[in-house]
C-alpha cells in the first residue's frame, strides 16, 4: 500500500478507526452536513442499482448501513442484502438498525464471496476511501453476475460558482467545524481531504470502464455535488 492512496489521503488502518470512533456520531452529521438530503440520493442510487424482489445485492463500504436498508426494500422478504465494511464500530450500528439484514466485516479490497454471486454492487460514499480504487471497483464487478450493475453513489466537487465557492467554503471550513464540535476534527478534515482526491465524474465513469464495466453512465444531483454512477457486467 502506497504512503498517499489515490482516492483517500491515510492509510486504510486509519481510516477503519477514525470511523469507529465517529461511528455514534456518524449519522447526526450526516443529517446535519447535507440537511437531510443523503436520504433522497441513496433512494436514487438504489434505483439505479436496478434491483427488485428476489435479488441479492451487495452493498460495500456498508458504514451504518443506510443504503442496504433501501436496498432492502427493492429486494424484498424473498431477497438478501448484504453490507460489508471494514469498521466493526459502524457495523455494530448497522445491525442495530437492521436485524434482518447480514453485516460482514471486511475489506472492499478482497471480498469474501465469490464470483457472481449478487444480482448488483453499491458503495454509497465509501468509494474514496478505497485505498486502492480500481482494485475495489473490480472486486465488486467480480462477485456481480452478468447483467447485473455496479452502482457509485459519491461527493463530487462542483467546478462553476457559485456552487464551486459555497462548496469550498463548507468543506474547507464549516465541515470542520463541525467535527470539532463532534470531537473529532481529524475525521472531519479528512473528509474534505479526501472528497479533493477522489477523480471527477469523468475519472471515475473512465475507472468504473477499466474495471471491465460496460454501458457505464452517470448523473450529477444536487446542482454537480452529487454524482451517481453505473456500470453493467458484460453478459457472457
Given at each position: 500500500?502506497?504512503?498517499?492512496?489515490?482516492?483517500?489521503?491515510?492509510?486504510?488502518?486509519?481510516?477503519?478507526?477514525?470511523?469507529?470512533?465517529?461511528?455514534?456520531?456518524?449519522?447526526?452529521?450526516?443529517a446535519?452536513?447535507?440537511?437531510?438530503?443523503?436520504?433522497?440520493?441513496?433512494?436514487?442510487?438504489?434505483?439505479?442499482?436496478?434491483?427488485?424482489?428476489g435479488?441479492?445485492?451487495?452493498?460495500?463500504?456498508?458504514?451504518?448501513?443506510?443504503?442496504?436498508?433501501?436496498l432492502?426494500?427493492?429486494?424484498?422478504?424473498?431477497?438478501?442484502?448484504?453490507?460489508?465494511?471494514?469498521?466493526?464500530?459502524?457495523l455494530?450500528?448497522?445491525?442495530?438498525?437492521a436485524?434482518?439484514?447480514?453485516?460482514?466485516?471486511?475489506?472492499?479490497?478482497?471480498?469474501?464471496?465469490?464470483?457472481?454471486e449478487?444480482?448488483?454492487?453499491?458503495?454509497?460514499?465509501?468509494?474514496?476511501?478505497?485505498?486502492?480504487?480500481?482494485?475495489?471497483?473490480?472486486?465488486?464487478?467480480?462477485?456481480?453476475?452478468?447483467?447485473?450493475?455496479?452502482?457509485?453513489?459519491?461527493?463530487?466537487?462542483?467546478?462553476?460558482?457559485?456552487?464551486?465557492?459555497?462548496?469550498?467554503?463548507?468543506f474547507?471550513?464549516?465541515?470542520?467545524?463541525?467535527?470539532?464540535f463532534?470531537?473529532?476534527?481529524?475525521?472531519?478534515?479528512?473528509?474534505?481531504?479526501?472528497?479533493?482526491?477522489?477523480?471527477?465524474?469523468?475519472?471515475l465513469?473512465?475507472?468504473?470502464?477499466?474495471?471491465?464495466?460496460?454501458?457505464v453512465?452517470?448523473?450529477?444531483?444536487?446542482?454537480?455535488?452529487?454524482?451517481?454512477?453505473?456500470g453493467?457486467?458484460?453478459?457472457?
Amino acid at each position: 500500500m502506497s504512503d498517499a492512496p489515490a482516492s483517500g489521503t491515510l492509510p486504510e488502518t486509519q481510516v477503519e478507526a477514525m470511523f469507529d470512533r465517529i461511528a455514534r456520531v456518524y449519522d447526526r452529521m450526516n443529517a446535519v452536513m447535507t440537511a437531510g438530503m443523503d436520504r433522497r440520493w441513496r433512494a436514487r442510487a438504489a434505483d439505479i442499482a436496478n434491483v427488485g424482489p428476489g435479488d441479492r445485492v451487495l452493498d460495500v463500504a456498508t458504514g451504518t448501513g443506510d443504503l442496504a436498508i433501501e436496498l432492502r426494500g427493492r429486494v424484498g422478504d424473498a431477497g438478501e442484502v448484504v453490507g460489508l465494511d471494514f469498521s466493526e464500530g459502524m457495523l455494530e450500528l448497522a445491525r442495530e438498525k437492521a436485524a434482518e439484514i447480514r453485516f460482514d466485516q471486511g475489506s472492499a479490497l478482497e471480498l469474501p464471496y465469490v464470483d457472481d454471486e449478487f444480482a448488483a454492487a453499491t458503495v454509497g460514499f465509501g468509494a474514496r476511501n478505497f485505498s486502492d480504487l480500481g482494485r475495489g471497483l473490480a472486486e465488486m464487478r467480480r462477485v456481480v453476475r452478468p447483467g447485473g450493475r455496479v452502482v457509485v453513489l459519491e461527493i463530487t466537487t462542483p467546478q462553476k460558482p457559485p456552487l464551486s465557492w459555497f462548496f469550498r467554503f463548507w468543506f474547507d471550513t464549516a465541515v470542520p467545524a463541525l467535527g470539532r464540535f463532534a470531537g473529532d476534527s481529524d475525521a472531519y478534515t479528512y473528509l474534505p481531504s479526501s472528497v479533493r482526491r477522489f477523480p471527477g465524474p469523468n475519472e471515475l465513469g473512465a475507472e468504473l470502464a477499466a474495471a471491465g464495466l460496460t454501458d457505464v453512465r452517470w448523473v450529477l444531483t444536487a446542482g454537480g455535488i452529487i454524482a451517481i454512477h453505473s456500470g453493467s457486467v458484460p453478459e457472457a
